[in-house]
């Protein structure tokens, strides 16, 4: 079974900065895409940020594209998604998960083996 336990989501001030991780355990991140998405209140999920299985192709939501950065450490079985200059439309529940397809592919029906989420919170 896999696990995706996530960790950092906090209350930080607008233009503050947050780092996500997501620590998988009964699988093995290099042979998967991985992908954040976010949930806010009332709202349906939506894709954040996917990265390949080598991190060389990642893709980006436009409301984040110079702020997010999604990265990997295959050797620790973990991907980060760091978060600057956040904003309080930022505020969401924040999700990994994992696809067997390709990074381009970011519609969240591609993903699975989905987590409770960690709450981030952007408000001064």
């Known amino acids: 079974q896999v696990q995706l336990v996530k960790s950092g989501g906090d209350l930080v001030q607008p233009g503050g900065s947050l780092r996500l991780s997501c620590a998988a355990s009964?699988?093995?991140?290099?042979?998967?895409?991985m992908g954040w998405f976010r949930q806010a209140p009332g709202k349906e999920r939506e894709f954040v940020a996917t990265?390949?299985?080598?991190?060389?192709?990642?893709y980006y939501t436009d409301s984040v594209k110079g702020r997010f950065t999604s990265s990997r450490d295959n050797a620790k079985n973990t991907v980060y998604l760091q978060m600057d200059t956040l904003k309080p439309e930022d505020t969401a529940l924040y999700s990994c998960?994992?696809?067997?397809?390709?990074?381009?592919?970011?519609?969240?029906?591609?993903?699975?083996?989905w987590g409770q989420g960690t709450q981030v919170t952007v408000s001064s």
């Open positions: 998960a994992i696809s067997t397809g390709t990074a381009a592919n970011t519609m969240p029906v591609h993903f699975g083996s």
């Open positions: 009964g699988c093995t991140v290099r042979s998967y895409v």
């Open positions: 990265i390949s299985r080598s991190g060389s192709s990642r």
